[in-house]
């Protein structure tokens, strides 16, 4: 069996809020193998960064995570304290985010924020922690990187601002980075730089999850991809799988629309409706009010996750298995 | 070859920032738009894309250079001659979140263009008026006096739009309209935009950095880059064949929702884009090109045809695949 970075299962969050509890994150359960670059794609308010900030510890009152393991490298991280995680954090496991502006500090030089990093897990010398950042700024190909190191954050592109997290993020070899809408905020040139980076850090060792509404960037570089809408998974496969069979009517639609974007003529095929509220969730499958094959069962109870062929699963009730 | 609507001639505009910094926003850019035709105008952030379209409709004033509306300068008149004419020239914004005054509802939204410019004889005329244009939209009648906040961000851009063609413009220009949207809300729109093009001849200015919604939607595409056009000319010749390098880098760094195009080694453009503030000498664009010489650091490249395709590079018919 292969090995696992990240095993998370059963995970659950929920925000109590006056108009009732919301669950952004509803029993979804994923895997990181080691060495490998895992997508969750989905639209906005499905749950996907929710799942990334729970996987980090991170879920802020009134959210809560109510249940579920996270397992990193076999080490259970849900009810670790505070204190521990934080060592943790850096470390073991980091993240990005989708606008490097406000995740960096905005008084700080950038070198030191990444030197910061380091020394925090590292017992080493001012001296070698500036050796190690400047290192750290020449392998995400930051060009001249004594000078970047003593610049501001504003001194510096959105793309360059985006290399300075990810080799924070990267500097203490994680097991594991979480790279929510790494690219979302970048130009297409930048973005196609940055890709290759996250590519070379899955080879130099550390395993990537990223979280993307963007079907080309997970086509691009995930080897599996889960797919989310309202709080659940309702489907996974390798990514030449799921790309070339799709079976939930979510992902058809979503790829459907995608690709007919792409051939261009006529009219663009859609997913009639919008993304359900989270505080009005149908009573069975989420989808079901905008699904162009819904049954009356499926307004009543929630369809599992069902293997449809080797390491591809679909929440559906009308998914058949492959070659039936 | 149908009537040119609008036309831009040596267009500049700088803004200052931070108190002698001089950024270049728009430096000299000619081009023409056609009645009833939809020019996608794409470019990284900061090339100048927004300005050069709020330029065209005269929310902004050129710091040289003329836009001609049907022949007339635009850009000399008062403020007193051109306000007849700022009805045929409306704008779609990108968020619709922040476009829309909260406290107003639907129905006065869409009212406001309508009584402004007193097209309809009293209230209950602007009213039904209202209700057809949220037809046209694809929006039920019935939503006529909620707010804003209780609609999603797809159904707020239809509001937006609604707005936006209430005056009954001949040229509107669509700043980023989808990219604030999911894909699935997305095509929506750009499905109405496509009809209602159509059915009110609307002259489309479609700025937005996603190639592939400027492919669907433009008939002519214009390629920005730090404030000058790198490439003109008709949407599919110039996604099947770009001439100019940006645009080959440009339309080859887009990802691909298709696995099987992973083994394609990607080109990757070099460096840092250059400051806006600080143009390279010449042809703007030599810093980051891998076909750049010394001639390019010399001279600047003035637009010339290459096959149907205006292109702005020395060696454009060389490099050609």
Known sequence: MEEKTLQVKGLNVCIKTEKGTLRPVNDVSFDVPKGSIVGIVGESGCGKSMTARAVMGLVRSPGRITGGSVLLDGLELTGLPERKLRKLRGAELSMIFQEPMTSLDPVMQVGRQVEETIRLHTACSHEEAKARTLEAFREVEIPEAEERYNCYPHQLSGGLRQRVLIAMASVCRPKLLIADEPTTALDVTVEAQILKLLERLRDAGTSVLIISHNLGVIARVCDYVYVMYAGRIVEQAATDVIFDRPRHPYTRGLFRSVASLREGRGTLDTIPGVVPNLLRLPAGCSFSLRCGFCRPDCGTCVPELMETGPGHKVRCFLAEKEGT | ?321
């Open chain 2, 1 to 321: 070859m149908s009537d040119v609507l609008l036309e831009a001639r040596e267009l500049t505009k700088n803004f200052t920032a931070g108190g002698k910094k001089l950024i270049h926003a728009v430096s000299g850019v000619s081009l023409q738009i056609r009645e009833g035709e939809t020019l996608g105008l794409v470019g990284e952030s900061g090339c100048g894309k927004s300005t050069l379209g709020r330029l065209l409709i005269r929310t902004l004033r050129p710091d040289s250079g003329v836009v001609l509306l049907r022949g007339h300068n635009i850009s000399s008149m008062t403020e007193r001659e051109f306000r007849p004419l700022r009805k045929e020239l409306q704008l779609v914004f990108q968020d619709p979140y922040a476009s829309l005054d909260p406290r107003m509802t639907v129905r006065d939204l869409i009212a406001e263009p309508i009584e402004t410019w007193h097209l309809c004889r009293n209230r209950e005329a602007v009213t039904s008026r209202v209700g057809e244009l949220l037809h046209a939209v694809g929006l039920p009648e019935e939503l006529l006096y909620r707010y804003p906040h209780q609609f999603s961000g797809g159904q707020r851009q239809r509001i937006g739009i609604a707005r936006a063609v209430a005056a009954e413009p001949s040229f509107i220009v669509c700043d980023e309209p989808v990219s604030a949207l999911d894909v699935s809300v997305q095509n929506q729109i750009l499905n109405l935009l496509k009809e209602l093009k159509g059915s009110r001849n609307l002259t489309i200015l479609f700025i937005s950095h996603d190639l592939s919604v400027v492919r669907y939607l433009s008939e002519r595409v214009c390629v920005m880059f730090l404030g000058k056009i790198c490439e003109i000319g008709p949407t599919e010749e110039v996604y099947r064949h770009p001439r100019h390098p940006y645009t080959r880098f440009l339309l080859d760094a887009v990802p691909v929702p298709d696995p099987g195009e992973r083994g394609k080694e990607i080109k990757l453009l070099k460096g840092e884009p250059p400051s806006p503030a600080d143009p390279p000498s010449g042809c703007r664009f030599r810093t980051r090109c891998p076909f750049a010489t010394e001639q390019c650091a010399l001279e600047e490249p003035s637009l010339r045809d290459i096959g149907g395709v205006f292109a702005a590079c020395h060696h454009a018919a060389a490099s050609i695949c």
